[in-house]
T-cell receptor
């Protein structure tokens, strides 16, 4: 069965510091991978996606993610975090079906 | 282009009642998926509709059902509500291909008392 693991439940970073959120996927073939962000009480906003091709993908709000097949990882990065980035971040994958399988999420807190 | 809209945004029901939630997809999108989000179980897939047909189904009891109309709008229904059905219900729309990006609405928060 497909699964997505986000090892960090909660991360705190200072504003201006760099950020890396970890994500590991479990799927035999190359999955379709996504990062979504959710602010309290809101729906999910797509940050970026990987389908194929260049393993470093750029997204909105200055985020990027790198697909590493050898490590089954798709980590999200941002060079300089802003206070408005505080939210919950979800990594997700699909395989041959349209169903999204989500990780448990990482809550990001930004200190000023 | 307008995003995915969901109505109502908030709902309070009592155990045993039934509820219907509505989702209007992005214009041109023909696929609508539904997800349940709870603190304990996280985000779980309920079902997906494409061209008025259920194309995929998650592991939820038969009390959870859905349908899609010819204009791609979708409704989900939960009958005989239980306290554990309290959750944020998210709808997502996407294009025709199976692995296309899903765009989410703001959700309907259901509280069952």
């Amino acid at each position: 069965a497909q699964s997505v693991t986000q090892p960090d439940i909660h991360i705190t970073v200072s504003e201006g510091a760099s950020l890396e959120l970890r994500c590991n996927y479990s799927y035999g073939a190359t999955p379709y991978l996504f990062w979504y962000v959710q602010s309290p009480g809101q729906g999910l906003q797509l940050l970026l996606k990987y389908f194929s091709g260049d393993t470093l993908v750029q997204g909105i709000k200055g985020f990027e993610a790198e697909f590493k097949r050898s490590q089954s990882s798709f980590n999200l990065r941002k060079p300089s975090v802003h206070w408005s980035d505080a939210a919950e971040y979800f990594c997700a994958q699909t395989g041959t079906a349209s169903k999204l399988t989500f990780g448990t999420g990482t809550r990001l807190q930004v200190t000023l | 282009k307008a995003g995915v809209t969901q109505t109502p945004r908030y709902l309070i029901k009592t155990r045993g009642q039934q509820v219907t939630l509505s989702c209007s997809p992005i214009s041109g999108h023909r696929s609508v998926s539904w997800y349940q989000q709870t603190p304990g179980q996280g985000l779980q897939f309920l079902f997906e509709y494409f061209s008025e047909t259920q194309r995929n189904k998650g592991n939820f009891p038969g009390r959870f059902s859905g349908r899609q109309f010819s204009n791609s709008r979708s409704e989900m229904n939960v009958s005989t509500l239980e306290l554990g059905d309290s959750a944020l219900y998210l709808c997502a729309s996407s294009g025709e291909q199976v692995q296309e990006t899903q765009y989410f609405g703001p959700g309907t928060r259901l509280l069952v008392l």
